[in-house]
């Protein structure tokens, strides 16, 4: 069995070793580069399979550590990457958590440039001035770390200035916090990170107020004004909603417009007054337009009766300006008497009390500005446009609001230009393409048609081997039924020891022979051309 194996192998590499003999100079050239690139190719597909996918094992380390912890992994054979500038480093994903607890175990990365492992290695003789310094170098570290998680940040860098209590006195100096931030290539810290940043580093210090941080990015630009995000602050939200109102309504306009008068025929500008601040409303009413119940009533009655005075006693007269009785005056004659009655009722009154809070975002007024190209305007009427347009949008009059629609003719040179411009770049584009494609076709033809021809030269010269082999066959075996001496040529002997085999391997021994010993074969067909047959 390892015999036939053996035979077939050796057959086959006979068989391909005369195939590509057979091949013309330029053949084989072009044969032996595709199998070079085919190798080169799949050597770099097994090494990008077999390359391992690296992950951080740890970053912004310092130069100490990073130096030690590329010590240990060339002492382990671990494999790494260095990026960062050199304070990150990469191992395979497979070793990041092993490589993590070894380095662990040997107490790396050892040193720190903050957090609140400085407190650790605190000692009874530390200082109360020293807890404070290191205290402040941890907290420090613990909201750079914290910062540096937000997504664009970078680097942050925080410092804080935490004066000492002073319990005896009426004034305490206020603990003060800045913020340096470096955010990635191509990004911007937001109004929202930036109080985002704010509450977080005055809600990790005690009796922080938010309006003593300061935020500043890389390039120096302050990022807070009084303890809130700027960018001018409120007005710098307040003019992002008024432009973000006046593009939504100046987008919605321009594309009823393009579809009255066309693409390019119009332009629209929006001027908006809205009322960005939040009001409360408290209100009270009454209503006793309808029969309302009666609650309570009371009544009050007061009667008094007496004789009238006479003589001493009983003087009566006139009280004078100074208080005392005229004694001139005769008092009246008859009985004296007072009565007195009141009555209080209490009914019911509706009553309503009413809180209402404005949402900011009320439109105060609206100012419309619409042009139209005067040759698209004469297909439309603008009156027709100001109407439609001022229903759409809801101008209100009484508010202030106006519109004003006016036919301009508009300069279409630069329109005409870029059209120009963009049709000979289609053109161009086309033509490329085209380009392209025939030049790969003819590519790819020439490759077909070079494949087709080596294919049929080589099935050709296969045919006239066979040929040749199946006529020297036959010739050697005439010859040898004709004549009895023994040949001494060395091929014939070869063909003679031979006729035993199959025919298959004297066919193979026949290739062989007529490739090592092709003057012999020559010869040998020459005299049997030449020599008269009996």
Do not use: C
Request: net charge negative.
């Amino acid at each position: 069995m390892a015999q036939t194996v053996q035979q077939r192998l050796t057959g086959a590499l006979g068989r391909g070793r005369d195939t590509f003999s057979a091949f013309t100079a330029g053949q084989k050239a072009v044969a032996l580069v595709g199998t070079a690139a085919l190798l080169v190719a799949v050597f770099l597909v097994f090494r990008w399979v077999s390359a391992p996918s690296y992950a951080p094992l740890y970053s912004n380390l310092s130069g100490e550590d990073a130096s030690a912890v590329i010590e240990e992994l060339d002492s382990q054979g671990i494999p790494y990457e260095i990026s960062g500038g050199g304070g990150t480093i990469m191992v395979p994903r497979a070793d990041v958590y092993s490589s993590r607890i070894a380095l662990s175990g040997k107490g790396l990365p050892a040193s720190s440039d903050g957090g609140y492992n400085l407190l650790d290695n605190q000692s009874l003789s530390t200082s109360e001035s020293q807890e404070r310094t290191n205290f402040k170098r941890a907290m420090e570290g613990e909201l750079s770390k914290t910062i540096e998680a937000i997504d664009g940040v970078e680097t942050a860098v925080v410092h804080l200035a935490m004066p000492e209590k002073q319990v005896f006195s009426d004034e305490q100096d206020p603990a003060t916090a800045s913020v340096l931030v470096d955010t990635s290539p191509g990004t911007d810290v937001d109004d929202e990170q930036v109080q985002a940043i704010i509450h977080l580093v005055a809600s990790s210090i005690d009796g922080l107020d938010p309006k003593n941080v300061t935020v500043t990015d890389s390039t120096g630009t302050l990022l807070t004004a009084n303890g809130s995000a700027s960018g001018s602050g409120a007005a710098s939200a307040r003019a992002k909603e008024v432009q973000a109102f006046q593009d939504a309504m100046q987008a919605k306009i321009q594309a009823d417009l393009d579809k009255w008068v066309g693409v390019g025929n119009s332009t629209v500008t929006v001027t908006a007054d809205l009322d960005l601040d939040k009001a409360t409303i408290n209100s009270r009413t009454y209503d006793d337009e309808k029969k309302s119940p009666k609650l309570s009533e009371s009544r009050n009655s007061e009667t008094y009766t007496g004789p009238a005075g006479t003589g001493t006693d009983g003087a009566g007269g006139v009280v004078g300006p100074d208080g005392q009785m005229d004694p001139g005056a005769a008092a009246g004659n008859g009985d004296s008497s007072y009565a007195n009655t009141s009555q209080t009722s209490d009914y019911g009154v509706d009553e309503k009390v009413e809180t209402r809070e404005s949402a900011p975002g009320t439109v105060k007024r609206l100012n419309l500005g619409i042009a139209l190209d005067a040759t698209a305007a004469a297909k439309v009427q603008p009156a027709v446009i100001e109407d439609q347009i001022a229903s759409a949008v809801g101008l209100q009059a009484d508010r202030g609001d106006t519109i004003e629609v006016s036919v301009l003719p508009f300069d279409q040179s630069a329109k005409d230009s870029a059209a120009k411009e963009l049709a000979a770049a289609a053109a161009a584009a086309a033509a490329d393409r085209k380009n392209t494609l025939l030049r790969n076709l003819s590519i790819g033809g020439g490759i077909m048609l070079m494949v087709l021809l080596a294919w049929w030269q080589a099935r050709r010269r296969s045919r006239a081997r066979e040929e040749a082999t199946s006529y020297v066959v036959e010739q050697l075996r005439l010859d040898a039924a004709n004549r009895t001496p023994v040949l001494e040529s060395p091929a014939l002997a070869a063909l003679e020891s031979s006729e035993s085999d199959e025919e298959e391997s004297m066919r193979d021994e026949l290739i062989a022979l007529v490739d090592n010993q092709p003057d012999d074969v020559a010869s040998l067909l020459r005299g049997w051309l030449v020599e008269p047959r009996p």
